[in-house]
């Protein structure tokens, strides 16, 4: 098992207890599409703010592993190592 730290803004901290920061423990050699899926388990409203009706993720979420965009490296199939950060955060608005 590896421990992942997973921070949250907004919408999904909410959705997630409230808590900006958490740690999931998480089988060695899972990519962030399993970190996804435990949580979504987890967390039930979080299925319906991230996937789309065809269970794509939603292209307005962002996910950044180490602070770099998911999609500059391997999208959700990023392999997650002990020690790992994700930030994750729904559309923002601003004007």
């Known amino acids: 098992m590896i421990k992942v730290k997973v921070k949250t803004i907004l919408d999904f901290k909410i959705i997630l207890g409230g808590k900006e920061e958490q740690y999931i423990e998480i089988k060695k050699d899972s990519t962030l599409e ?56 729904p559309p923002v608005g601003g004007g």
Do not use: P, Q, R
Request: hydrophobic share 40%; net charge negative; glycine share 6%.
């Open 34 to 89: 399993d970190l996804l899926n435990l949580l979504s388990d987890k967390y039930k409203d979080l299925t319906k703010e991230i996937y789309t009706d065809n269970n794509d993720i939603k292209e307005s979420i962002a996910f950044l592993h180490n602070g770099v965009n998911i999609f500059a490296k391997e999208g959700l199939n990023t392999k997650l190592k002990d020690g790992d950060s994700i930030l994750m955060f």
